[in-house]
């Protein structure tokens, strides 16, 4: 079945620090591949996407692109604020009925000044 | 509504008590999806629907889990019984076309159920 690996957390970094998040999937096909943030206190949210191989998502300064030759979908950001102290998690969309998302289990960020 | 909505956002119950979680998604959304996220893991998929139809309802872990959305808008989930091991966040969510949730789904705060 479709599975998500991400890596785990929490990851402590300095502001303005580069920031990359590592996921990658197992999945029939190529499905759609996502990342939603929590934010503390609120709810999930979706920061970006990509649909098809090479794509790239991009949103806030964040970016991942869907490689297709290495089933990942990695997360980045040149210069991390304290503000983007979250819960990141990557996930994909089954290819079959394109309505169930697999969640990786998530990554903490976790942004001092 | 402006946003997917979740009641309550809090649930404490003794084990045994049956329970009914709301959710009332975005106005007009057609597909409204319900997922479950223990402590310190992702979202797990319970079950969804299009318009009032029950689509798949394969993510349910038992019989004590049921789902309906009888009107195409407001959706229920209730656990029969409950245990322990129910305790978690359960998070609904809706989208705007059937089976086609390459737009990203918009999700409620969730209801955190505790079993005590």
């Known amino acids: 079945g479709d599975s998500v690996t991400q890596m785990e957390g929490p990851v402590t970094l300095s502001e303005e620090a580069f920031l990359t998040i590592n996921c990658t999937y197992t999945a029939t096909g190529y499905p759609s591949l996502f990342w939603y943030v929590q934010y503390p206190g609120e709810g999930l949210q979706l920061l970006l996407k990509a649909t098809k191989a090479d794509d790239k998502g991009s949103n806030k300064g964040f970016e991942a692109t869907y490689r297709k030759e290495t089933t990942s979908f990695h997360l980045e950001k040149g210069s991390v604020q304290v503000s983007d102290s979250a819960v990141y998690f990557c996930?994909?969309?089954?290819?079959?009925?394109?309505?169930?998302?697999?969640f990786g289990t998530g990554t903490r960020l976790q942004v001092t000044l | 509504g402006a946003g997917v909505s979740q009641s309550p956002r809090y649930k404490v119950t003794k084990r045994g008590q049956d329970v009914a979680l709301r959710c009332d998604p975005i106005?007009?959304?057609?597909?409204l999806y319900w997922y479950r996220q223990a402590l310190g893991q992702g979202p797990e998929f319970l079950t969804y629907?299009?318009?009032?139809?029950?689509?798949?309802k394969s993510g349910l872990p038992n019989d004590r889990f049921s789902a309906e959305r009888p009107e195409g808008s407001i959706s229920t989930l209730t656990i029969q019984r409950t245990e322990q091991r129910d305790s978690a966040m359960y998070r609904c969510?809706?989208?705007?076309?059937?089976?086609?949730?390459?737009?990203?789904?918009?999700f409620g705060s969730g209801t955190r159920l505790t079993v005590v």
């Open positions: 106005s007009g959304h057609v597909s």
């Open positions: 969510a809706s989208s705007s076309v059937p089976n086609r949730g390459s737009g990203g789904y918009t």
């Open positions: 629907f299009n318009y009032e139809a029950q689509q798949d």
């Open positions: 996930a994909l969309l089954d290819t079959g009925t394109a309505s169930k998302l697999t």
